[in-house]
């Protein structure tokens, strides 16, 4: 965890430091403030991975009638059936994991805040560039001057503000979670992509991430609940844009697009905004039409 300590403690203390220049800097708003800077820097750097997210995701989808045709084929082999799919995953460009790179590595950045926040609420310790004083700064730094910013729904010190604070946090990280789900599930999936294993796959998710933010939402410091929160923000906004501008075939989010194209004059009426591919074959040459010929040269060929 070290080199994140680092590379997480540089970003939030540099924006600190430039935040202390207009507002109180052991106030709870210059370290809020730090943090959702912290969440905007680490989500602007991790646009290349999600653009390879959106891709994955959508070759999952399209490819979706393929595999339950291997699977009707090779079910009594499971083998030859990991070996076919696997196969048609690579011919495809498809990576089934990279749908998962964005959150995963934002976990170990999650668990480093959370560790330098809890870690300086309860012994001043410094990490990485967060030095012992700016810890401890950070550490008592409270919103208002009455909600501290290490302050949890569980640990709340008896102050209500943190409960009320922590809970609409809370809820707003699990609405953004199910919506962003459901935004893609609901816009960007074709119908036939909509039953199988990986539509099972997107509906567990769909239902059972809100629950196990909830859950686990009640034991994080509020600097850590706006961190996931503007997050999570950014991503349901970010996927909006992408889904909006760029659908995957063949989905209500493709259909959309095609008649906000049509009533703006980019698609003639009638025609579909994405054509399918036309075969044009070489043309072929005219047949020759046998020349009209005299009576006398018609008996000369008969002499013949």
């Known amino acids: ?31 809020i403030l730090s943090i959702v800077g912290l ?12 653009v390879k997210q959106i891709k994955s995701s959508r070759n999952m989808q399209l490819i979706q009638p393929k595999v339950r045709e291997l699977q009707k084929k090779y079910g009594h082999d499971r083998e030859k059936l990991a070996q076919e799919t696997m196969k048609l995953y690579k ?21 480093a805040l ?26 008592d730094s409270r919103l208002f001057d009455k909600i501290p910013v290490s302050g949890t729904f569980l640990n709340n010190d008896g102050v209500t503000g943190v409960m009320v604070v922590a809970a609409v946090l809370v809820l707003a990280m699990t609405a953004t979670t199910f919506m962003t789900q459901r935004q893609l599930m609901s816009k960007n999936m074709p119908a036939d992509a909509l039953s199988g ?3 099972q796959q997107q509906k567990m998710l769909l239902y059972v991430l809100p629950v196990v933010f909830a859950v686990g939402g009640i034991a994080f410091p509020i600097g850590v609940l706006v961190y996931w ?32 194209d049509r009533a703006k004059g980019k698609v003639p009426a009638g025609q579909a905004a994405t054509e399918p591919e036309v075969v044009v074959e070489e043309p072929k040459a005219p047949r020759a039409q046998p020349q009209r010929q005299t009576k006398a040269q018609r008996n000369k060929k008969k002499k013949r």
Request: proline share 8%.
């Open 1 to 31: 965890m070290v080199p994140l300590y680092y590379a997480v403690s540089f970003v939030l203390v540099g924006i600190h430091k430039m935040l202390s220049t207009v507002l109180d800097p052991a106030g709870g708003a210059a370290w």
């Open 114 to 139: 959370f560790r330098m926040l809890d870690q300086a609420s309860k012994k001043g310790k410094a990490h990485g560039f967060l030095d012992e004083e700016l810890a401890k700064q950070f550490g």
């Open 39 to 50: 969440t905007l820097v680490i989500r602007a750097a991790l646009i290349p991975l999600f």
């Open 91 to 111: 011919d495809s460009g498809t990576n089934p994991f990279a749908s998962c790179l964005p959150i995963l590595l934002q976990m170990p950045i999650f668990l």
């Open 197 to 199: 294993p990986y539509a």
């Open 229 to 260: 929160t503007v997050s999570n923000l950014w991503t349901m906004c970010q996927q909006f844009y992408v889904i909006r501008n760029n659908p995957a075939p063949g989905t209500p989010a493709a259909k959309a697009k095609e008649e906000r």
